[in-house]
């Protein structure tokens, strides 16, 4: 198996294991794939790379160099994209039950804020009074591969609720802020093509509402994210020129309908831009014969969460052995001493040995970003492959890195 044209075993025994590898070729394709998709001749749309799928500087770099904005979620987010010069006017930084250093950190940057709920006004206030700002709006409907990572509806921590968004907006009024933007993002990974122009719909007409109620205008429609690609049993992708296509229409559509003005759309993907884009390479330890088979490697949820944390299922390759036939039921787990440390259960795969490499694919978004060293199992090396060259972004781990943050 390669990457990009260059082979997992040398990848393995060059940098060790486990080990992410990132397809930057690959990344660059989904950006002017995406890009493409929702182009518009009619109305400008704005792209922020969703620094919370992968947050790496050089990959941060990569979609900032082919166009792309940045969205930020906390500050040291925000600290990366200005210092891989992401300017600020093209940074949208949403918090989540914002600190007044959070507040205090956007604010003095410059960068257009997007505010998560009312009372997040009167923290922001108490830094500074910005010429812009922007609601995160739940727009009371919401849907996401897994429960989990929905993030709008009746059940969502995120957004200031549609039936409260006018009271928002007022108040912004009531501060003297003349300027304004909207935002919603209501789940992640999703495969439904209807999903995104439905909700725009549903969307607008809650902009629309406060349009008519206040007499403000919006400078920009923030759609969110939430674009899918194909897990394990998935048995369709994402049609994204389809999509695009529909949203374009819908939103051209109802911002004449709505009265709506002359607003930016934009968007925030994360997951499409980078997440078939990542492999995490393992290897087998060990292989237990016991009341179930069970094939140990050296990477655990402490690695790749999304398996435990959301029941998520990766497609799993095993180097020259893609082609043979016999296949036997194991579950895959880590050395993690903790019994949700599995990544794959019945999975039908090949004999294995010990020192076989696994290759987890699909895990360039809410991969090594959410990596932690519990159980001291530290974390793994990551490479880019740029321009048919390995290069080594993140070293590995180390106990000195470990104790550098420590007195005893």
């Known amino acids: 198996m390669e990457i990009n044209g260059i082979d997992v075993r040398e990848l393995a025994e060059k940098y060790g294991t486990p080990l992410y590898v990132y397809d930057f070729k690959r990344m660059r394709n989904n950006a002017y794939r995406l890009k493409t998709a929702f182009k518009s001749e009619t109305f400008p749309v704005d792209v922020y790379y969703a ?16 166009g792309f904005g940045a969205d930020c979620v906390s500050p040291g987010e925000l600290e990366i994209a200005l210092k891989v010069g992401v300017k600020p006017d093209n940074i949208l930084y949403t918090g989540n039950y914002e600190s007044l250093e959070d507040l205090r950190a956007a604010f003095e940057s410059g960068v257009i804020i997007n505010l998560d709920d009312i009372t997040s006004l009167n923290r922001l206030l ?20 897994y429960e989990k990572i929905t993030t709008g509806g009746d059940k969502a921590k995120f957004g200031v609720p549609h039936e409260k968004s006018v009271i928002a907006y007022e108040n912004a009024l009531k501060a003297g802020i003349r300027r304004f933007g909207a935002h919603m993002m209501t789940g992640s990974g999703i495969l439904e093509e209807a999903h995104f122009p439905n909700m725009l719909d549903i969307f607008l007409d809650i902009l629309g509402n406060i349009r008519k109620r206040l007499d403000i205008s919006f400078e920009f429609i923030d759609m969110g994210g939430g674009f899918g690609i194909p897990y394990f049993g998935d048995d369709k992708t994402l049609d994204i020129n389809s999509v695009g296509k529909k949203v374009i229409e819908v939103f051209q559509r109802k911002v004449n309908e709505l009265g709506l003005g002359n607003p930016t759309l934009a968007l925030e993907p994360g997951r499409f831009l980078v997440g078939d884009a990542g492999y995490l390479i393992s290897r087998v330890l060990g292989i237990k014969e016991s009341y179930e088979t069970f094939v140990g490697v050296d990477a655990g949820f402490n690695t790749l ?40 259960t019945d999975r039908m795969l090949p004999p294995l040995e010990e020192g076989d490499l696994l290759v987890f694919k699909q895990v360039g978004a809410y991969g090594n970003v959410m990596s932690m060293p519990y159980n001291l199992r530290l974390r793994p090396a990551e490479v880019a492959i740029i321009n048919g060259k390995d290069i080594e972004i993140t070293r590995r781990e180390t106990m000195n890195d470990y104790f550098s943050r420590i007195s005893f």
């Open 126 to 145: 108490k830094v500074g009074k910005p010429e812009r700002i922007s609601y995160r709006i739940n727009p009371g409907k919401g849907r996401g591969k």
């Open 51 to 66: 620094m919370k799928a992968n947050c790496h500087p050089t990959i941060v770099k990569l979609f900032w160099e082919n």
């Open 305 to 344: 969460i999304r398996p435990a944390l959301y029941n998520a299922k990766h497609p799993i390759v095993i180097p020259e052995k893609e082609n043979i036939e016999e296949k036997i039921m194991v579950n895959i787990c880590g050395q993690i001493c903790e019994n949700t440390d599995i990544f794959a």
